[in-house]
């Protein structure tokens, strides 16, 4: 469970490309943004958050460049978000075990959530991880009535 102060990874690549198609990414040399976030909030109401509550956050450290921009000495490549920002997440992964309604425990390694927006909308264009696929809806078909 998610709580105040829960240190969470952070699964997208939240970064902005001024020319997309420029650089190449492949694989692991294309992660970028934000690494470490702190949870300062469970938004709903509540005092823990799950797999698929939205909680606000606080970026710890973040991702400057690829090993590919390093090595070419490119500077044009600009993080959507700072060290130090409050931004808006969704939980995707918890390291403790969630019953599920069919009667299945699902738990991960890790406590991770991907960085959304006011509308819900996830700001970087990828998500580098595992998700679950009820959690693949909610994520990314706001329209979706979901199977949660």
């Known amino acids: ?5 829960t240190i969470l990874n952070c699964i997208d690549n939240t970064v902005h490309l001024p020319f997309p198609g420029l650089f190449p990414c492949e694989g692991s040399n294309c992660r970028q943004g934000a690494v470490l976030v702190e949870c300062i909030h469970v938004l709903g109401g509540g ?11 606080v970026v710890k450290t973040i991702r400057l460049q690829t090993e590919q921009q390093i090595k070419k000495n490119v500077t044009s490549v600009l993080p959507k978000v ?23 425990f699902i738990g991960f390694d890790d406590n991770a959530c991907v960085l959304v927006d006011d509308k819900g909308e996830p700001l970087g264009n990828r998500i580098m991880g595992i998700v679950s696929c009820c959690q693949w809806y909610l994520l990314f078909r706001s329209d979706c009535k979901g199977s949660s």
């Not at 700072?82 to 390291?95: H, P, S, W």
């Open 82 to 104: 700072n060290r130090g920002e409050i931004k808006r997440a969704t939980v995707v992964r918890v390291k403790q075990q969630v019953s599920r309604k069919d009667g299945t």
């Open 1 to 5: 469970m998610i709580q105040l102060k």
């Open 47 to 57: 005092k823990q958050a799950s797999i698929g509550d939205r909680i606000v956050v």
